[in-house]
T-cell receptor
Framework: EPEVTQTPSHQVTQMGQEVILRCVPISNHLYFYWYRQILGQKVEFLVS????????KSEIFDDQFSVERPDGSNFTLKIRSTKLEDSAMYFCASSEGFGSSYNEQFFGPGTRLTVL | QKEVEQDPGPLSVPEGAIVSLNCTYSNSAFQYFMWYRQYSRKGPELLMYTYSSGNKEDGRFTAQVDKSSKYISLFIRDSQPSDSATYLC?????????????FGAGTRLAVHP
């Protein structure tokens, strides 16, 4: 069964460093998302991406964040200068995006980011 | 007022019990209502979704939406230890072919043998 994959599973970085989190969405999906979950808190939407453009972003997704689809399979989230409060689980998701009915978002297993 | 409110629990029940999980919401524009299950250190996995008001049943799981009360529920019949997980409600407004999900805090459920 197709699934969303994410690498690395755990990333430890120093405050102020840049990190890139990688995702491989399901191959025929057109919409891609990033969510984050700070430990003990709710899953929060960060950004959605379609046709090589950001469709929507949340208030959390400030200038320190960027997303990219560098090739036909990967979808990346970059944090330019990490802060302690960026420590969280980051989930990538993808959906087909076809038709007018509900499109299920399939989530990856997440990357745990720890900023020291 | 938070957009989506969900009691975080934890909820502990004996095997075979009927479990009731609930969420309330404030935004009347939500049209799709989802229940996700999340095991520890894993990504959310969709259990069920409902469009607008009504009931939907899938095996031991029943989802209910009451848009007039802005209240959704998930019932689990004959609960099993393998149902032990965190259950997240999520909602979205269908717009432009994509769905930004707004999640509740999640309810941690433990089903003990």
């Amino acid at each position: 069964e197709p699934e969303v994959t994410q690498t690395p599973s755990h990333q430890v970085t120093q405050m102020g460093q840049e990190v890139i989190l990688r995702c491989v969405p399901i191959s025929n999906h057109l919409y891609f998302y990033w969510y984050r979950q700070i430990l003990g808190q709710k899953v929060e939407f960060l950004v959605s991406f379609y046709n090589n453009e950001i469709s929507e972003k949340s208030e959390i997704f400030d200038d320190q964040f960027s997303v990219e689809r560098p090739d036909g399979s990967n979808f990346t989230l970059k944090i330019r200068s990490t802060k302690l409060e960026d420590s969280a689980m980051y989930f990538c998701a993808s959906s087909e995006g076809f038709g007018s009915s509900y499109n299920e978002q399939f989530f990856g297993p997440g990357t745990r980011l720890t900023v020291l | 007022q938070k957009e989506v409110e969900q009691d975080p629990g934890p909820l502990s029940v004996p095997e075979g019990a009927i479990v009731s999980l609930n969420c309330t919401y404030s935004n009347s524009a939500f049209q799709y209502f989802m229940w996700y299950r999340q095991y520890s250190r894993k990504g959310p996995e969709l259990l069920m979704y409902t469009y607008s008001s009504g009931n939907k049943e899938d095996g031991r799981f029943t989802a209910q939406v009451d848009k007039s009360s802005k209240y959704i529920s998930l019932f689990i019949r004959d609960s099993q230890p393998s149902d032990s997980a965190t259950y997240l409600c999520a909602m979205s407004m269908f717009s432009g072919g994509y769905n930004k999900l707004i999640f509740g805090a999640g309810t941690r459920l433990a089903v003990h043998p």
